[in-house]
């Protein structure tokens, strides 16, 4: 078993104005969002920037010699794309900044387009993104209009906001695990109510888990799409998924074929997950409690290092007071290990190969 704390961390740093009550409120922000934006590709050498005394000190001018604000991200993937450090061009005189940007993009980089996302907001147009020219946004108002074709409005069917501790709670501000802003979105949602039975999960005694899923993505380069599905004890009052097992996570990089793949990856495997039939993941999880393993060392020696096969076998020793005799019991002392890894992507890896080591039983 291993702890989630992905939905906490977001718990922790998103503002009031971030948090969302439904996915249909969350829908309805991101498809605003979708319907005030447009993507284009401009030449790097039809950008200028233009020193001002204040939105980062620079205006960004496109070719037809129209002026808009670059917001904070957007001003640092500009940075970047001129090859200069962001923190560093926000301390000089806006006039500075601005020869910087225009040396960089005119003089250093070669002739190439560059991805621009434009938006309109209250205050005028703004630019959300700078990217490649072969950046494949996936728009989150696509993804959330999916979500709530499978689940619904994310707080009154089986799959919602996680209660607190296994009990039902009222969606607020507060205990809600549905996020947005203008540059990212995370969605955690969970079937409590439909909890899969394990007659013998731990000590001889019974147990149940639960289903939950995180996704999250980003429409101007901030982060990957991604979708992690996972069984769980309880979600506690700061948002910590505690007891996680069989955690599964499919990303997706921002690639030229990223919203093909989206389609072609992501929506059936939401789809499969939502719809599930409870009554396979209770069979898969019962026939790997059941599922001996005739030589441990040999079964651990194909997919592990010796030092990380002997630090399963200590661990699962040490939280179960036996050693490993099954499928399950291989599973549970590779998630053990996992929690202790602070490197997310390494952790991850490492509850794959706990997933597919589940996935034998069936």
């Known amino acids: 078993m291993t702890t989630l704390t992905q939905a906490s961390t977001q718990w922790m740093t998103r503002p009031s104005d971030e948090r969302f009550l439904s996915l249909d409120e969350l829908h309805q922000f991101k498809l605003d969002q979708k319907r005030n934006s447009r993507a284009t590709a401009i030449a790097n050498r039809g950008i200028t920037a233009i020193p001002t005394d204040n939105h980062n000190g620079i205006l960004i001018q496109g070719p037809n010699g129209h002026a808009v604000e670059p917001n904070h991200w957007s001003f640092g993937q500009l940075a970047s794309l001129a090859k200069a450090p962001a923190g560093y061009l926000r301390t000089l005189p806006s006039d500075m900044a601005a020869d910087c940007i225009n040396y960089g993009l005119h003089v250093e980089r070669d002739i190439e387009d560059v991805g621009v996302l434009l938006s309109r907001t209250d205050d005028g147009v703004e630019l959300r993104a700078a990217t490649g020219p072969n950046y494949g946004r996936v728009w989150d108002a696509d993804i959330i209009g999916r979500l709530r074709a499978y689940v619904g409005d994310g707080v009154t069917g089986d799959w919602r906001v996680p209660g607190e501790f296994g009990k039902e709670v009222v969606v607020d501000r507060k205990n809600t695990t549905l996020y947005a802003s203008d540059r990212d979105m995370f969605v955690f949602l969970a079937d409590e109510k439909n909890r899969i039975e394990i007659p013998n999960r731990r000590d001889g005694k019974p147990g149940s888990l639960a289903r939950g899923f995180f996704v999250w993505n980003s429409e101007v380069g901030s982060k990957t799409f991604g979708i992690s599905t996972f069984l769980f004890d309880f979600v ?22 990223a919203p093909h793949r989206f389609l072609e990856e ?68 590779i998630t053990a290990v996992a929690r202790t890894i602070q490197h997310q992507d390494e952790r991850v890896d490492l509850e794959r190969v706990g997933g597919r080591i589940l996935d034998l039983a069936a």
């Open 236 to 257: 506690c009052m700061n948002r910590i998924v505690w007891g996680a097992s069989d955690v599964q996570t499919v990303t997706i990089r921002h690639s030229s074929g």
């Open 266 to 333: 992501a929506v059936p495997a939401l789809e499969a997950y939502s719809q599930g039939s409870i009554s396979g993941i209770t069979n898969t999880l019962q026939l790997a409690q059941a599922k001996k393993i005739d030589d441990v060392d040999a079964f651990l020696a194909t997919r592990f290092s010796k030092r990380q096969a002997d630090l399963v076998k200590a661990t699962h020793l040490a939280e179960e007071d036996r050693p490993i005799e099954t499928l399950w019991d291989a599973t549970v002392g």
